[in-house]
């Protein structure tokens, strides 16, 4: 059910500052540098929206699922992930250490402990805590399919290990130190490849859409509850 959130990554900004784009000439950055940029920007938004598109591969089925929408994030600890395709659903945390999944189709609603959901270690970087270069090695990635010439392609690799991350790829815009994609492996081989578009910070996300009350005739489940 909250699977697909292992995914939830990454794309938090300020509005950036003036930056020599990547060529000829340009001097580039070594790895420790990058994450700093990096942990700035996210450091620097009080709050954060974005369009996305998520691809998840799975190992065992080799199979693909695609889906989009808009993710909003607002320090601290607040989400909301609002799929639009293949079906409508969201997933909303005031950051009280709940998280909701309601699908409006199915008139349903599910509710769980935040600190029990499979949400990655990194996400608490997203909402404001944690640091990068405390939760994980980092080093730059090889070559790879994903970014464009002249991305910085940062590999990381838990501390600690987990089951919901094996390693997760970076994909970081050299201008702004955006995440523009993140590609998560998990330690059944499964990929999750979450690419955002449309970025923006500082746009006073309203606190109202963090905020999660069952419309009328939902049915409320509790997971806690689930197999008592």
């Not at 920007?41 to 695609?66: E, I, V």
């Amino acid at each position: 059910m909250v699977g697909p959130l292992v995914s939830l990554l990454m794309a938090m900004a300020q509005a950036p500052a003036a930056a020599p784009p990547p060529g000829a000439g340009a001097a580039r950055l070594d790895v420790k540098a990058v994450v700093a940029e990096v942990q700035k920007r996210y450091d620097g938004a009080a709050d954060f929206r974005a369009r996305f598109t998520q691809t998840m591969t799975s190992s065992a089925m080799g199979r693909k699922t695609n889906s989009a929408g808009e993710v909003m994030f607002k320090k601290p600890g607040r989400m909301r992930w609002d799929y639009e395709k293949p079906e409508k659903s969201s997933y909303i945390t005031d950051g009280g250490g709940v998280l909701w999944l309601y699908e409006p189709d199915d008139k349903q609603a599910f509710k769980q402990k935040l600190e029990s959901s499979q949400l990655p270690a990194a996400l608490s970087f997203l909402t404001g805590k944690g640091k990068l270069a405390t939760e994980f090695d980092i080093v730059f990635a090889g070559k790879s399919a994903h970014g464009s010439p002249g991305d910085y392609l940062l590999s990381l690799s838990p501390k600690a290990p987990q089951a919901q991350i094996k390693s997760i790829l970076f994909v970081v815009d050299p201008r702004t130190f955006d995440v523009r994609e993140s590609v998560i492996t998990d330690g059944q081989g499964n990929v999750n490849d979450l690419v955002f578009a449309d970025i923006r910070v500082n746009t006073r996300v309203p606190d109202a859409l963090f905020k999660f009350t069952p419309p009328a005739g939902t049915r409320v489940i509790d997971t806690a509850k689930l197999g008592k």
